[in-house]
């Protein structure tokens, strides 16, 4: 049942979206609203994967190249 | 943990298809992806400390520096494509990992203090000393790890599709990387909607070092009469000097150390982006990560609970062994950590900005990890630029973490040898961490400030304090600059 309310509530988000017309995109295309790591924080997330665990799902290296995690 | 796994397939799926397809009015127009060659720098200087330092087994001092540099070229080839050079070296000094080799310490009890500890004492004194709260002067005190990557991306016409391959090498004196990949992107609903896969493979290999008492112990036949054992006298628990011939002497618990010095990584990766409106805009990301090979640190060093203690160094101090003010006494290690050769990894995040006003942004992230070892944890990140004029952006940030500790996981003297896998490395315990950021930005779209050929376009200066449950704290400051050339 929880799985079912899960699915709707993402389904009915998404089918809510409209398409932002390019001329429309002058907010969206703000350098702050980048959907990333902004780059200042590189070496911060290099750290983070020594000191933690967890690494990945944030677009950039999940593992290898380091005798890291 | 399969409903995890349902959801966003459904997201992705849903979103493909409830979304119509018109035709894309960039198609006429076709503006170049990168119009000039652009230049990063960006440097930092990293600082920690605490009292977990998985080299000597789980206590010690684990303060380190860093310094990094890093730069990124890129360079538009035509209309559609660009190539990406990158570079970053990064140098450190270690205490924790220059207590690899701990007995080679300068402050092995030259002050006083010692002085008068070791003659008062009627036990066992040893010239050779160490410490794990003393950083040693060996070779392993400092490091540099080198990076290269270069990266390629095409754009399709109408710019709806991305094609991109990637090259890394990595190295450091105990550890070397070959890695390469590639992406595709596809964007739609008018780019409203971005969906990207991607895949990447590390073939790493150790070049491994191991604790030196243990290095020793192999390299002098077994023998503690000879090689590195010569005229050290090895203490037990109660500080009297122990007979090399008694059987229940220390030796390491196995006689194999890495029988397999690589360690592989492939993952794939999918984003999901879509604008939800003017204002908004939401991403998710699923990693799958596999690893194997030998994913335990051939540094870090094991103590049992049901294995008698040994020592080198001034029978005095070994009461002491656990606290700071034990400067010339080290406990001789009970084996390298262990851990299982196969690790499986799937971390899910989800990135949500709104665009508030002229003034503020609010950036946020939440990361879910789990993995086979038993560890899960929570990330949560909000970041918030405010502009405070035309050039001048700040960013306040607060960081949340949280992990489960790594099944394998016992701290100091708490493993026991009967065990398969063991680690006393505080990095897979459970624990939370903050960390608090500010940074401040400057922005010149007309790219005013120039040296030679190199136009500045920002420059960005950062901040941040991270204080972890297990004592560890850091600090990390990065600078940062943006070229365009001209």
């Not at chain 2, 940030?397 to 489960?404: G, L, M, V």
Request: include cysteine; glycine fraction near 6%.
């Amino acid at each position: 049942m929880k799985q079912l309310i899960y699915i709707l509530l993402t389904v009915s988000f998404l089918t809510s979206c409209v398409a932002v017309k390019e001329y429309e995109k002058v907010n969206i295309n703000d350098p702050d609203m980048v959907l990333s790591s902004r780059k200042s924080n590189k070496f911060e997330t290099s750290f983070q994967v020594y000191r933690e665990s967890a690494s990945g799902a944030n677009g950039g290296k999940s593992g290898g190249g380091c005798g890291c995690n | 943990m399969k409903k995890l796994l349902i959801i966003p397939f459904l997201f992705f799926i849903t979103i493909i298809f409830s979304q119509s397809q018109p035709q894309d009015s960039t198609k006429a127009y076709k503006k170049r992806v990168l119009e000039k060659t652009e230049i990063d720098f960006l440097s930092s200087y990293y600082s920690q400390d605490g009292d977990n330092a998985a080299v000597t087994g789980g206590i010690g001092t684990e303060k380190l520096t860093d310094l990094a540099s890093n730069i990124v070229i890129s360079i538009p080839l035509n209309d559609d494509d660009v190539l990406s050079i990158s570079a970053e070296i990064s140098a450190y000094t270690s205490a924790s990992s220059s207590n690899l080799d701990p007995f080679d310490s300068g402050a092995s009890g030259d002050d006083d203090d010692d002085d008068d500890d070791r003659n008062s004492s009627s036990k066992a004194i040893n010239t050779t000393t160490g410490s794990p709260w003393v950083e040693s002067s060996g070779d392993s005190k400092k490091d540099t790890w080198f990076n290269g990557n270069v990266s390629y991306s095409h754009s399709s016409d109408d710019r709806n599709r991305i094609w991109s391959a990637n090259l890394n090498f990595a190295n450091e004196y105990d550890y070397t990387s070959i890695g390469f990949g590639g992406s595709h992107t596809w964007l739609f609903n008018e780019k409203n909607t971005e969906f990207g896969i991607s895949g990447n493979v590390y073939l790493d290999t150790w070049s491994p070092r191991y604790p030196t008492e243990i290095d020793s112990y192999f390299e002098a036949d077994q023998n503690l009469y000879r090689g590195f054992f010569i005229g050290i006298d090895i203490l037990d628990q109660n500080g009297n000097v122990a007979d090399k011939d008694d059987p229940t002497i220390w030796r390491p618990l196995n006689t194999t150390l890495i029988d397999n010095k690589s360690r592989n990584t492939f993952s794939v990766s999918l984003n999901f982006s879509q604008i939800l409106n003017k204002n908004t805009q939401v991403s998710f990301f699923l990693d799958l990560i596999q690893q194997d090979g030998w994913l335990a640190s051939p540094l870090q060093r094991v103590y049992f609970s049901d294995r008698d203690n040994f020592y080198i160094g001034n029978a005095a101090s070994i009461p002491n062994y656990t606290l700071p003010s034990n400067r010339d006494v080290f406990q001789l290690a009970d084996d390298i950590e262990r851990l299982p050769d196969s690790r499986f990894k799937i971390p899910i995040g989800m990135r949500f900005n709104y665009y508030i006003n002229e003034i503020f942004v609010a950036r946020t992230y939440y990361r879910f990890y789990t993995d086979d070892w038993g560890i899960s944890s929570h990330t949560a990140e909000i970041e918030f630029p405010i502009k405070i004029s035309d050039k001048f952006t700040l960013y306040p940030s607060y960081r949340y973490y949280t992990q489960t500790a790594a099944d394998y996981f016992a701290p100091y003297e708490e493993n026991l040898s009967t065990q398969e896998f063991y680690t006393s490395d505080f990095d897979l315990s459970d624990f939370n961490a903050n960390q608090y950021g500010f940074g401040i930005k400057y922005t010149d779209i007309f790219t005013k400030l120039h040296i030679w050929k190199f136009n500045l376009k920002s420059a960005e200066l950062k901040y941040s304090h991270y204080d972890r449950s297990t004592g560890l704290a850091s600090d990390i400051i990065s600078l940062g600059f943006n070229y365009i050339f001209e």
